[in-house]
């Protein structure tokens, strides 16, 4: 099989659906509470509009209304004059949106957002040291937040234009718009006045009509809806459309959203999920054994199947835990039968991956599967992992045989009637020194005299020199592979090295395996 390019079957899908199954579901439950904090901070909003005509035609003859084309007339889209001061300072004014409270919103808003607004405005308080007369800045604050809410906006190819605007009220939304856009006619009749009175003079009777038009509209700034012919009014700008009250707020309704984060959530955990599996380069199946590290597939064992110091939990007969290790029993049986194998080195990249309890357990297994005496040798110095596994002392043990203090069989321990263990030990001296000396090989040697299957535990695959050194004394490798821990590019490298040092690996075993996908669904794909 080519490892750059590993046949992947739906199986493999869903398995990486399973495996992050808590990331996907972090991720959508991040999502929707994004979705419901942010629904619940967005105060529904109401917008009004209200189409107007630019006609160009005026009460009396101006120079400055004369001769005006269709391009200039689209030219002339008041968006700067209606949201000009002497426009909205008269809506302002008319419906006394300065007195309006601080805390206006709180009235349309969620209560987790009326807290933020009690805040913010106890911030402001505790912050105001404006000289300015108060009454005048909640006015001019009022003019520039209905500029704010104010959008002006041409229809293509037309003389018309919408003036729309927003607010937490449907029907105060209506209102200002409404007075916003009687109040801009009320301007341009103004202008209209101001020229008439200086080309006419103040008893023109065009002049006193417009004060009279003037002063009538003045009257319909209270926002309510007008019949259309007092509405449209005599003005170059002509009300084509009132607004009315609108029944739905701006955007998108509050079940919309949840629905669509309810369904995007998903979408954007399982991006997630094949991003994190596409970064992770660890060894998480059988399957990657063979493809990345070409080597074969002796068994596994599944997670959660060790007590506290590393021996299985349940060892009866057709448990899982029993079965797996059983499987990688026979498999090693056979490789010791055909290869008449005496002695192996069972080693990891590091300590982590916990090949000392694969050994403990493994041990246990092929003494009473080939019927010979087996003894573990725990070479890791440092370590000291199968007294911790056994619940065994630490000395004497491998470190006092090396120094001479004392012999093989008065350091070793038995643990049953076909198996014995031989401590890491305890010593001052540098352990690369007691593993490379010919004192270890001549243990080695006693060891394979003496009983039927010698198991070495070393779990430091890092320190390539040890390794090879150790190797060289006994049969075979296996090599032990933590799911989910060990990158599979890493151990690539180092079994190359050992591969260019004749060192003879004879597979490797799987730890800490997990079945994402449950039996159910796992069968029927």
Same mark, same amino acid.
């Given at each position: 099989?080519?490892?750059?390019?590993?046949?992947?079957?739906?199986?493999?899908?869903?398995? #990486?659906?399973?495996?992050?199954?808590?990331?996907?579901?972090?991720?959508?439950?991040?999502?929707?509470?994004?979705?419901?904090?942010?629904?619940?901070?967005?105060?529904? #909003?109401?917008?009004?509009?209200?189409?107007?005509? @630019?006609?160009?035609?005026?009460?009396?003859?101006?120079?400055?209304?004369?001769?005006?084309?269709?391009?200039?007339?689209?030219?002339?889209?008041?968006? &700067?004059?209606?949201?000009?001061?002497?426009?909205?300072?008269?809506?302002?004014?008319?419906? *006394?949106?300065?007195?309006?409270?601080?805390?206006?919103?709180?009235?349309?808003?969620?209560? $987790?957002?009326?807290?933020?607004?009690?805040?913010?405005?106890?911030?402001?308080?505790?912050?105001?040291?404006?000289?300015?007369?108060?009454?005048?800045?909640?006015?001019?604050?009022?003019?520039?937040?209905?500029?704010?809410?104010?959008?002006?906006?041409? @229809?293509?190819?037309?003389?018309?234009? /919408?003036?729309?605007?927003?607010?937490?009220? =449907?029907?105060?939304? /209506?209102?200002?718009?409404?007075?916003?856009?009687?109040?801009?006619?009320?301007?341009?009749?103004?202008?209209?006045?101001?020229?008439?009175?200086?080309?006419?003079?103040?008893?023109?009777?065009?002049?006193?009509?417009?004060?009279?038009?003037?002063?009538?509209?003045?009257?319909?700034?209270?926002?309510?809806?007008?019949?259309?012919?007092?509405? !449209?009014?005599?003005?170059?700008?002509?009300?084509?459309?009132? /607004?009315?009250?609108?029944?739905?707020?701006? &955007?998108?309704?509050?079940?919309?959203? +949840?629905?669509?984060? +309810?369904?995007?959530?998903?979408?954007?955990?399982? @991006?997630?999920?094949?991003?994190?599996?596409?970064?992770?380069?660890?060894?998480?199946? =059988?399957?990657?054994?063979?493809?990345?590290?070409?080597?074969?597939?002796?068994?596994?064992? =599944?997670?959660?199947?060790? %007590?506290?110091?590393?021996?299985?939990?349940?060892?009866?007969?057709?448990? /899982?835990?029993?079965?797996?290790?059983?499987?990688?029993?026979?498999?090693?049986?056979?490789?010791?039968?055909?290869?008449?194998?005496?002695?192996?080195?069972?080693?990891?990249?590091?300590?982590?991956?916990?090949?000392?309890?694969?050994?403990?357990? $493994?041990?246990?297994? +092929?003494?009473?599967?080939?019927?010979?005496?087996?003894?573990?040798?725990?070479?890791?110095?440092?370590?000291?992992?199968?007294?911790?596994?056994?619940?065994?002392?630490?000395?004497?043990?491998?470190?006092?045989?090396?120094?001479?203090?004392?012999?093989?069989?008065?350091?070793?321990?038995?643990?049953?009637?076909?198996?014995?263990?031989?401590?890491?030990?305890?010593?001052?001296?540098?352990? %690369?020194?007691?593993?490379?000396?010919?004192?270890?090989?001549?243990?080695?040697?006693?060891?394979?005299? *003496?009983?039927? +299957?010698?198991? !070495?535990?070393?779990?430091?695959?890092?320190?390539?020199?040890?390794?090879?050194?150790?190797?060289?004394?006994?049969?075979? #490798?296996?090599?032990?592979?933590?799911?989910? *821990?060990?990158?599979?590019?890493?151990? *690539?490298?180092?079994?190359?090295?050992?591969?260019?040092?004749?060192?003879?690996?004879?597979?490797?075993?799987?730890?800490?395996?997990?079945?994402?996908? =449950?039996?159910?669904?796992?069968?029927? !794909?």
């Amino acid at each position: 099989m080519n490892a750059n390019h590993p046949l992947i079957s739906l199986r493999d899908y869903v398995k #990486v659906l399973f495996r992050h199954k808590f990331s996907i579901i972090t991720v959508c439950v991040i999502i929707m509470l994004g979705v419901i904090i942010g629904l619940e901070l967005k105060t529904p #909003v109401y917008t009004a509009r209200v189409t107007m005509l @630019i006609s160009a035609q005026k009460q009396t003859e101006s120079p400055y209304y004369t001769n005006l084309s269709g391009s200039q007339v689209q030219q002339l889209t008041p968006s &700067g004059i209606v949201n000009s001061n002497p426009v909205i300072k008269r809506a302002v004014n008319a419906l *006394k949106l300065h007195e309006r409270p601080p805390d206006y919103e709180k009235q349309f808003c969620s209560p $987790l957002k009326a807290r933020l607004i009690d805040f913010k405005l106890k911030r402001q308080e505790s912050h105001n040291s404006s000289p300015v007369d108060e009454q005048t800045y909640r006015f001019r604050m009022a003019v520039e937040d209905l500029k704010g809410n104010i959008e002006v906006e041409p @229809i293509r190819d037309t003389n018309l234009f /919408a003036i729309s605007v927003s607010d937490f009220s =449907p029907e105060a939304a /209506a209102k200002i718009a409404n007075v916003v856009s009687r109040s801009y006619v009320i301007f341009d009749l103004e202008q209209q006045l101001a020229e008439t009175r200086l080309q006419y003079g103040e008893k023109n009777p065009i002049v006193m009509q417009l004060k009279n038009t003037i002063d009538k509209m003045v009257h319909t700034l209270h926002g309510e809806i007008l019949p259309d012919m007092e509405a !449209i009014g005599p003005a170059t700008v002509k009300i084509i459309e009132q /607004a009315e009250v609108p029944l739905e707020p701006r &955007g998108t309704n509050k079940r919309t959203t +949840l629905l669509l984060g +309810l369904i995007m959530s998903p979408f954007l955990g399982i @991006i997630i999920a094949f991003g994190l599996e596409y970064i992770d380069h660890t060894i998480k199946s =059988p399957q990657d054994i063979t493809t990345y590290l070409n080597l074969p597939h002796l068994g596994s064992i =599944p997670r959660n199947g060790f %007590a506290k110091n590393g021996l299985m939990r349940d060892v009866k007969q057709g448990t /899982a835990s029993h079965q797996f290790y059983q499987r990688l029993s026979d498999n090693i049986c056979l490789l010791i039968k055909e290869r008449n194998i005496k002695s192996l080195l069972i080693t990891a990249s590091s300590p982590l991956e916990r090949s000392s309890a694969v050994i403990a357990n $493994l041990g246990k297994f +092929l003494s009473g599967k080939t019927g010979q005496t087996v003894i573990i040798i725990d070479a890791n110095l440092k370590t000291q992992a199968t007294n911790k596994t056994f619940n065994s002392s630490d000395v004497p043990g491998l470190s006092d045989v090396l120094e001479r203090k004392i012999p093989l069989e008065d350091a070793t321990q038995d643990i049953s009637p076909h198996l014995t263990v031989l401590p890491a030990g305890d010593t001052l001296l540098e352990p %690369a020194l007691l593993l490379e000396s010919a004192r270890m090989g001549d243990v080695i040697k006693l060891a394979k005299e *003496k009983y039927g +299957l010698v198991l !070495i535990d070393y779990s430091n695959l890092m320190n390539l020199r040890d390794t090879c050194i150790l190797s060289s004394y006994l049969d075979g #490798v296996i090599l032990v592979v933590s799911e989910g *821990k060990t990158k599979h590019h890493v151990l *690539k490298e180092l079994i190359e090295s050992l591969s260019d040092k004749n060192v003879n690996l004879l597979g490797a075993v799987l730890n800490n395996r997990t079945f994402p996908i =449950p039996k159910v669904i796992y069968k029927r !794909i």
